[in-house]
């Protein structure tokens, strides 16, 4: 499969935007431990390089969602195909997204994540299109806010192909 790709967010902007975002962690969460959730499979990434840069105790999950609707398009029932491996009960817990479109199955994450009684819950996302979102969520931390189109790379992909970019491609 071959289509064209242009740079939307060079390797070397992401490189310093994960570092400054890891940083930040570091500062509020310093003396803590803090449980990193990975939402598969596009955030394996960014989750992997921020955590890379953390001085903080990290431990690491995964959780694995399906969102069915009509076919094309999400929003419909939410399967959990990876739940989980352990409790987050009294912990200060963060969900990892790659990159925040319409909030609809973060939104429903968010609220089944709350049922398990985390002492604290925060969204950040690497990338934001604020202007597809249908639901009301915001991340907590976001690494970069794009427009809306179809992005590649750094862990999105296209039928599965291009996560490996080191960058953020826009599909041409």
């Not at 999400?74 to 319409?102: A, C, R, W, Y």
């Not at 199955?105 to 299109?129: F, G, H």
Request: proline fraction near 3%.
């Amino acid at each position: 499969m071959e289509v064209q790709i242009n740079t939307l967010i060079d390797q070397e902007s992401l490189e310093k935007r994960i570092r400054e975002m890891a940083e930040e962690l570091d500062r509020i969460y310093a003396g803590k431990e803090l449980k990193m959730i990975g939402i598969l499979k596009g955030s394996v990434y960014f989750l992997c390089e921020l955590t890379k840069h953390m001085k903080t105790a990290v431990t690491l999950d995964f959780l694995s969602v399906s969102s069915y609707g009509n076919g094309d398009t999400s929003g419909g029932v939410i399967h959990f195909n990876k739940d989980l491996d352990d409790p987050i009960e009294g912990q200060d817990v963060i969900l990892v997204e790659d990159i925040m479109d319409t909030g609809r199955t973060l939104s429903y994450l968010v609220d089944v994540m709350q049922e398990r009684n985390p002492a604290s819950l925060k969204v950040i996302t690497l990338l934001d299109k604020p202007s597809r979102r249908l639901v009301k969520i915001e991340p907590w931390m976001t690494g970069f806010t794009i427009p809306d189109r179809f992005v590649v790379g750094f862990g999105l992909d296209y039928a599965q192909n291009y996560r490996n970019l080191p960058f953020i491609g826009e599909v041409d």
